[in-house]
């Protein structure tokens, strides 16, 4: 098993989702396919999956870059490394 760290950056915005109530397990390990949720893929690292318990229907903001602060759910954390992704590749090259 790999002891994976950090998660994988699953995209870079967010995923808005009208959920009805239920329990949903929202992945934190990054490396789902079917984002937000959990696809089973965290078996291979260290994550676990984040119950969510929805008692009304609501609409969230899911993380999928997976460095939010307040995870699962988005906090414009990803802003900043679009931002720094840009940097790198505006830098030029000696
Ligand atoms: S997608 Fe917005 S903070 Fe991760």
New binding site residues.
Partial sequence: MNNQQFPKIA????IKQELIPGIYDICLCGRSSSQPFCDGSHKETSFKPFKLVVEEEKRF????????ATLPF??????QIVEELEDLNNRQVP
């Fill in positions: 995209g870079l915005k967010s903001s899911f993380c999928t870059c997976k460095h939010s988005c906090d414009g954390y990803h802003k």
